[in-house]
């Protein structure tokens, strides 16, 4: 049973077996749970992520306040022109991850991963990277047991809440999970998983919780998209085989000092950050009153 | 890894909090459960953090959604209110300290078809979890994520064993059993989690002991 990253890729390498069977056999070994049946539910929640990032592209939606609402919309027209700076397949998926992030602000449905106000990261980032790379089901599933492998050690060793650890711990998490799971869709290695969520993580580290009138709405889209593109460019980095050098359980542990450290202001109490500004101070009144 | 993956890959929930909307369905949801009789009206007491940031996130349309029996993924939860007025519910939230208890706190009160009234309150302590920490003035601590039994009994000699043995007749595993009485003699309450699916006949077998006075299965 492993406890860390290290002790997971370990595993698998002296087992001789691939990092999602030993995350597999883990959450059967905890749950009792058999392997059809968490298939079958991880299925049922890579449905509604894929819904949730695509059903904003085309269509606002409606929240309190509505501070991102057309968000999606405006990014995925931008992309269908064909003519952006960083291209298409990073333009989808900040398109993609704008959108759950409009669904989840709209009251509609989502899956959190790790938390609701990340939701938006592993459905684009593993949904555009899957349809690059022409992956399976069965390899996208696999993949996604991988991401949560990451998210059940960070939550173990550090924290995913935004309360306790700031934005780096929800979307800095989220963006390192997806990391991993695009590593392992391009048939990387256990070590290079290891290290693009390393790489991911130092890549956010202090990054504070500031929500707007406390609102689930802004930076977090924002954040949202910059993490799931931190993700796949973080992925890309250790597939070519650089190294986070300090290894990704330190980073995790460094995460969790940092996180605890920060003030309580800038932990989702909406009282520091750019919810502190003088228009975000103005926003909250107009959507709340006084 | 004791960290079940899906807790990382899930809830699947509307948005756009775990703790302030998905939790706050749970909440009202397992309340209007354990009160176990139909109800015309409902009051939501709010504390701490539910009542100061909660509208922004849908609390009080999750708490009422919840009431009615919505499950946290269901998108009907926005609609709550106009939900409630076409299943003729009345409704009310208002502000309240309860205490040291939980910043994500709430009392719920319902107001029975039959006349009763029943009190429960609650927190939701993050990630979609919940806890019930008081039903009618007792204290409890139901979670609600394992099949739970909440039986209210007199407190008399040989009830508890009667309830054991009607759950070993079901082959049913007891994981975690809690007894609270406020005074000796008196009506005493009893939480059995358990690891296995609970047969809604268990609740009529139960029901039909000596100094059993109520029985609920709650199933999340």
């Not at chain 1, 930076?219 to 796949?232: E, G, L, T």
């Not at chain 2, 208002?94 to 009160?109: I, R």
């Amino acid at each position: 049973m492993y406890k860390d990253l290290k002790g997971l890729v370990s595993e698998a390498e002296e087992k001789g077996l691939s990092m999602h069977r030993i995350v597999l056999e883990d959450e059967i070994e905890l749950t009792g749970n058999s392997e059809g049946l968490i298939y079958e539910r991880l299925e049922q929640r890579w449905q509604i992520m894929v819904s949730s990032a695509l059903r904003a592209l085309n269509e606002a939606q409606e929240m309190t306040g509505s501070l991102i609402s057309g968000q999606s919309k405006k990014q995925n027209s931008y992309n269908e022109k064909g003519s952006t700076l960083s291209g298409s397949y990073i333009n989808s998926i900040m398109a993609m991850a704008l959108s759950s992030c409009e669904i989840n602000a709209g009251m509609g449905r989502i899956c959190a991963a790790p938390t609701a106000g990340s939701c938006g990261i592993i459905p684009a980032v593993m949904y555009a990277t899957s349809e690059k790379l022409g992956s399976t089901l069965g390899e996208i599933l696999d993949s996604l047991l991988v991401a949560g492998g990451i998210g059940a050690i960070i939550t173990k060793n550090a924290t995913v809440s935004g309360a306790e650890g700031g934005c780096q711990a929800e979307c800095g998490a989220a963006g390192a999970m997806a990391a991993a799971a695009a590593v392992y869709l391009a048939g990387g290695t256990p070590e290079q998983c290891e290290n693009a969520v390393g790489i991911a993580l130092m890549n956010c580290m202090g990054l504070v919780c500031d929500p707007v009138a406390g609102l689930v709405q802004l930076p977090c889209s924002y954040r949202n998209a910059s993490q799931a593109v931190n993700a796949v460019i973080s992925a890309d980095m250790a597939l070519a085989g650089q190294s986070s050098v300090i290894p990704a359980d330190e980073v995790i542990e460094s995460m969790y000092a940092v996180g605890r450290r920060l003030p309580v202001e800038l932990k989702e109490t909406a009282l520091g950050g750019i919810a502190a500004t003088p228009t975000g101070k103005r926003l909250k009144k107009q959507i709340f009153g006084a | 890894m004791n960290i079940s993956i899906f807790d990382v890959i899930g809830p699947v929930m509307v948005g756009p909090s775990s703790s302030h909307t998905a939790g706050a369905v749970k909440l009202a949801r397992i309340a209007a459960l354990i009160s176990g009789k139909p109800f015309y009206r409902v009051t939501f007491a709010l504390h701490g953090s539910f009542a100061k940031t909660g509208v922004g996130h849908g609390t009080d349309r999750a708490l009422l959604a919840g009431a009615m029996g919505l499950d946290e993924d269901n998108e009907m939860i926005k609609n709550a209110y106009e939900l409630a007025e076409s299943r003729g519910l009345e409704y009310e939230f208002f502000e309240k300290d309860l205490g040291d208890v939980h910043e994500n706190s709430c009392e719920m009160t319902f107001l029975h078809d039959d006349g009763s009234k029943s009190v429960i309150a609650g927190s939701s302590i993050g990630g979609g979890r919940i806890l019930i920490t008081g039903i009618d003035g007792v204290k409890t601590d139901i979670s609600a994520e394992q099949p739970t039994l909440l039986i209210r009994q007199f407190d008399r000699k040989g009830v508890i064993h009667r309830i054991t043995k009607a759950l070993l007749d079901c082959g049913i595993n007891i994981g975690v059993m809690r007894l609270t009485r406020e005074e000796r003699g008196n009506i005493a309450t009893t939480v059995i989690e358990t690891d296995d699916f609970l047969p809604p006949e268990l609740a009529e077998t139960i029901q039909a002991i000596e100094n059993i006075i109520s029985v609920r299965i709650i199933e999340s």
